[in-house]
């Protein structure tokens, strides 16, 4: 997670398990388009459970790393078979689209920008928490105490604009005093030092050795890879 960001999931506790709460007992009242006749609001309230919010908000749940797709399918399956679309509306990976130079070859890629998190769209209540918390795979939802909090506005926006922006990110796998292989351009195959980066411009200035003596050169991220 890039230290810019101001998604600072590690300043915050996550939600210890809570014991599995009793069904109540009498009939259950089938939510039309699902597909199981339990619906999530035949749950009692359970001790310690969070307050619930008339707000739909994001939240925060944690995951292992590597079972983020797995987590979304999961819990869409269950919103959809416990009748919840009323009160879970979204589940969301940030992700961003990435080009990194390897072996001389760009390849894209899809990254995940919050490893190991995934996003909900829900109107906190007893039950939307206990159907996600609940989920196979989720581990907790990001909060204090026993309350998870909704992630801020200006939060949601800046992760939505990385998420949807336009030109790719470039990934560096150098940093300035290393060796580099220039891979594209009149100075290809020319080894150099990174001298600086300029992460805004996406540009690289790497001093080469032309006719005996170092001559900074400036290259953009993709012309250029970790000797």
């Not at 190991?116 to 989720?138: A, I, K, Q």
């Not at 204090?144 to 990110?169: C, D, F, W, Y």
């Not at 005996?212 to 400036?218: D, L, N, S």
Request: glycine fraction near 8%; include cysteine.
């Amino acid at each position: 997670m890039d230290a810019q960001d101001n998604f600072e999931l590690d300043d915050q506790e996550e939600i210890t398990p809570k014991p599995k709460p009793r069904r109540k007992s009498g009939g259950t009242t089938r939510r039309s388009g699902a597909s199981a006749p339990t619906p999530a609001s035949s749950y009692e309230s359970e001790e310690g459970a969070p307050e619930p919010n008339n707000q739909a908000a994001w939240y925060v749940i944690h995951c292992y790393s590597g079972y983020e797709n797995k987590v979304r399918h999961n819990l869409e399956q269950r919103i959809e078979s416990m009748g919840m679309k009323d009160q879970i509306f979204d589940v969301v990976i940030p992700t961003q689209e990435e080009i990194e130079v390897r072996d001389g070859k760009r390849r894209s890629v899809e990254r995940h920008v919050f490893p190991g998190y995934v996003l909900v769209y829900m109107l906190l209540s007893e039950e939307s928490w206990y159907v996600v918390r609940n989920t196979p795979g989720v581990t907790g939802f990001v909060g204090m105490g026993n309350q998870p909090t909704p992630l801020r506005p200006e939060e949601v926006s800046q992760i939505l604009k990385r998420m949807e922006a336009e030109a790719p990110h470039v990934k560096v796998t150098y940093k300035v005093g290393e060796r580099v292989r220039i891979v594209d351009g009149p100075f290809n195959d020319f080894r150099g030092t990174v001298a600086e980066i300029d992460m805004e411009r996406t540009k690289v200035r790497v001093m080469v050795n032309f006719f005996g003596r170092e001559t900074p050169v400036e290259l953009d991220f993709l012309q250029v890879e970790k000797a």
